[in-house]
């Protein structure tokens, strides 16, 4: 546990429909009281929270706090993970979950009421926390993510639930599964290779974890953990109909996916996945990787940040 060390704050106004931004007197207050050092910054547009945490004049007990959903999560990694100028430990992040999807803080029990987020954030009890970095799509360079990718299925849901601005996350989701179940694309045929291992398989669903939550209540990976050093994977093959889709995609709000015949799981470091047929739809985090892609390359990159939760 670390006793000291300034919060630097980078809010989504725009963050849960705008609620967001309602929050900022609650959590200036709150802090205030504490006696805490605190700097907090909003951010006008998209990608502007990559930049803040890269440039922040950090020092090793600093917390950089994302106040937002999964996406500015993802900016603030981001931006922490690519800063020039090197700390002698992991940069520490902090989440107050006071967006719309809300999907990777409920890995480390962190509450989506403010006030308690907040008390979490101050007792500053600091764990180790994997990030991935995938190569391919709109990022040749390469991208880090947190929480996880999804490819097919999921991803096309979760494309259609973004468009809903003013729909519920959960509510959004389920529009945009009944939306794919009804259109029922073929799914790409995926050459995988993870690890030493390697299968070929057409791949209704493909998802690669280190949280453990994704669209709100879908588990794609239940027992994943964020600091083993493996991402937990998961792939549903071969459905043989809409319904036993429907059947499927149903399991994994309860994560008993598993138990299925058509559903593989494992765990590995590195992942290589190639499009042999039909083209792959991606996103890290929620952030669109690609819409017809046909390579990515994933890997894990254990304890490069340090997490403050439960």
Same mark, same amino acid.
């Given at each position: 546990?670390? @006793?000291?060390?300034?919060?630097?704050?980078?809010?989504?106004?725009?963050?849960?429909?705008?609620?967001?931004?309602?929050?900022?007197?609650?959590?200036?207050?709150?802090?205030?009281?504490?006696?805490?050092?605190?700097?907090?910054?909003?951010?006008?547009?998209?990608?502007?929270?990559?930049?803040?945490?890269?440039? $922040?004049?950090?020092?090793?007990?600093?917390?950089?706090?994302?106040?937002?959903?999964?996406?500015?999560?993802?900016?603030?990694?981001?931006? $922490?993970?690519? /800063? @020039?100028?090197?700390?002698?430990?992991?940069?520490?992040?902090?989440?107050?979950?006071?967006?719309?999807?809300?999907?990777?803080? +409920?890995?480390?029990?962190? !509450?989506?009421?403010?006030?308690?987020?907040?008390?979490?954030?101050?007792?500053?009890?600091?764990?180790?926390? &994997?990030?991935?970095?995938?190569?391919?799509?709109?990022?040749?360079?390469? /991208?880090?993510?947190?929480?996880?990718?999804?490819?097919?299925?999921?991803?096309?849901?979760?494309?259609?639930?973004?468009?809903?601005?003013?729909?519920? +996350?959960?509510?959004?989701?389920?529009?945009?599964?009944?939306?794919?179940?009804?259109?029922? &694309? !073929?799914?790409?045929?995926?050459?995988?290779?993870? &690890?030493?291992?390697?299968?070929?398989?057409?791949?209704?669903?493909?998802?690669?974890?280190?949280?453990? /939550?994704?669209?709100?209540?879908?588990?794609?990976?239940?027992?994943? $953990?964020?600091?083993?050093?493996?991402?937990?994977?998961?792939?549903?093959?071969? !459905?043989?109909?809409?319904?036993?889709?429907?059947?499927?995609?149903?399991?994994?709000?309860?994560?008993?996916?598993?138990?299925?015949?058509?559903?593989?799981?494992?765990?590995?470091?590195?992942?290589?996945?190639?499009?042999?047929?039909?083209?792959?739809?991606?996103?890290?985090?929620?952030?669109?990787?690609?819409?017809?892609?046909?390579?990515?390359?994933?890997?894990?990159?254990?304890?490069? $940040?340090?997490?403050?939760?439960?």
């Amino acid at each position: 546990m670390i @006793t000291s060390g300034k919060i630097w704050i980078i809010l989504n106004p725009a963050a849960g429909k705008g609620k967001a931004a309602k929050q900022s007197p609650k959590i200036e207050e709150f802090l205030k009281e504490r006696g805490e050092k605190f700097e907090i910054f909003f951010t006008k547009r998209p990608g502007e929270a990559i930049e803040i945490a890269r440039n $922040l004049p950090l020092l090793d007990d600093d917390v950089v706090t994302a106040a937002g959903g999964d996406g500015t999560c993802n900016e603030v990694i981001n931006g $922490l993970l690519t /800063r @020039t100028s090197m700390l002698s430990a992991p940069p520490i992040l902090g989440i107050l979950p006071i967006g719309r999807g809300n999907d990777f803080s +409920s890995t480390p029990n962190i !509450p989506t009421d403010t006030e308690k987020a907040l008390e979490m954030l101050v007792r500053r009890k600091v764990r180790s926390l &994997d990030a991935g970095f995938v190569k391919g799509g709109f990022f040749p360079e390469g /991208r880090y993510f947190v929480n996880g990718v999804g490819i097919g299925f999921d991803t096309k849901v979760g494309f259609d639930a973004a468009k809903m601005k003013h729909v519920h +996350s959960g509510i959004a989701y389920a529009f945009g599964a009944i939306k794919n179940i009804v259109r029922y &694309d !073929p799914p790409p045929v995926l050459q995988v290779r993870y &690890d030493d291992e390697e299968i070929t398989l057409p791949a209704a669903i493909f998802s690669v974890m280190n949280g453990r /939550r994704m669209g709100g209540s879908f588990y794609m990976g239940p027992d994943a $953990l964020l600091d083993d050093g493996k991402f937990d994977f998961c792939t549903v093959h071969h !459905p043989k109909s809409r319904l036993r889709l429907i059947q499927l995609v149903a399991r994994y709000t309860k994560g008993t996916q598993g138990e299925c015949e058509e559903v593989s799981t494992g765990r590995a470091v590195h992942f290589h996945l190639k499009a042999l047929e039909g083209g792959m739809a991606a996103h890290a985090d929620g952030e669109t990787l690609c819409y017809d892609g046909k390579e990515l390359e994933i890997n894990c990159r254990p304890g490069v $940040l340090r997490l403050i939760g439960a």
